[in-house]
């Protein structure tokens, strides 16, 4: 059964980087689209990049200014989200998840069946 592991998160302050990965065990992310997305304390959660089966297409809520990147290497069975220039409001878990390729990509939570458990990242000076 697959399951997906998130790893990366932290402590940053303003203005720092991370990298988080979502790595799956159980089975292959070869044949899923990706997505992350992440939740603040009291409000709803929401996409924030997703990425298809072949790697070929990503969206991201912020394309316009590039702070966030994601990667998948198959090979290693893992996906990654870089997030530049973080901010405070930006403290959340966020989570990976999965589900079986489509043809138009989706940052709506209610489009993915397997899910992380999350890892925290706090942005805080």
């Known amino acids: 059964q697959l399951q997906l592991v998130e790893s990366g998160g932290g402590l940053v302050r303003p203005g720092g980087s991370l990298r988080l990965s979502c790595a799956a065990s159980?089975?292959?992310?070869?044949?899923?689209?990706i997505g992350w997305f992440r939740q603040a304390p009291g409000k709803e959660r929401e996409g924030v990049s997703c990425i298809d089966s072949r790697g070929s297409t990503m969206v991201s809520v912020d394309s316009g200014n590039g702070r966030f990147t994601i990667s998948r290497d198959n090979a290693k069975n893992t996906v990654y989200l870089r997030i530049d220039s973080l901010s405070p409001a930006e403290t959340a878990v966020y989570y990976c998840?999965?589900?079986?390729?489509?043809?138009?990509?989706?940052?709506?939570?209610?489009?993915?069946?397997?899910w992380g458990q999350g890892t925290q990242v706090t942005v805080s000076s």
């Open positions: 998840a999965g589900r079986p390729p489509r043809s138009l990509s989706s940052l709506k939570s209610s489009r993915y069946s397997y």
């Open positions: 159980g089975s292959t992310l070869d044949y899923l689209d």
